[in-house]
């Protein structure tokens, strides 16, 4: 039998789970966005640094050298990050939803 005072732990119980994973989101978007700006700076920090070392260069060997090198580097870099993003967007759902955990698992044996 359900008593009154079980509803409103659980109310109350649940209304914590959705604070702490606002808060939670909150962090993991912030950290998102972060790795985001930081990646962003740093490809046009690159691409402004290839730009100058290419109006320096005076023959078409140099000139494809630069351009293989800067492409080489623009790749490396955008598979690290996208990897060192995809791992935030993991890491943040799993902090999200790590709040219900303990929700869940009080109140599944009693649907079953």
Same mark, same amino acid.
């Given at each position: 039998?359900?008593?009154?005072?079980?509803?409103?732990?659980?109310?109350?119980?649940?209304?914590?789970?959705?604070? @702490?994973?606002?808060?939670?989101?909150?962090?993991?978007?912030?950290?998102?966005?972060?790795?985001?700006?930081?990646?962003?700076?740093?490809?046009?920090?690159?691409?402004?640094?290839?730009?100058?070392?290419?109006?320096?260069?005076?023959?078409?060997?140099? @000139?494809?050298?630069?351009?293989?090198?800067?492409?080489?580097?623009?790749?490396?870099?955008?598979?690290?990050?996208?990897?060192?993003? @995809?791992?935030?967007?993991?890491?943040? @759902?799993?902090?999200?939803?790590?709040?219900?955990?303990?929700?869940?698992?009080?109140?599944?044996?009693?649907?079953?």
């Amino acid at each position: 039998m359900v008593k009154i005072e079980d509803i409103q732990n659980y109310g109350k119980e649940h209304f914590e789970s959705v604070t @702490a994973s606002a808060n939670n989101l909150q962090s993991g978007v912030q950290a998102i966005a972060t790795a985001y700006g930081d990646y962003a700076k740093k490809s046009f920090e690159d691409t402004k640094s290839f730009v100058e070392k290419l109006s320096g260069v005076k023959s078409l060997d140099k @000139a494809l050298e630069a351009q293989t090198e800067y492409l080489r580097s623009s790749y490396e870099t955008f598979v690290a990050e996208s990897q060192k993003i @995809a791992g935030l967007y993991s890491d943040c @759902a799993k902090q999200t939803f790590k709040p219900y955990e303990g929700l869940i698992s009080k109140f599944a044996p009693a649907a079953q």
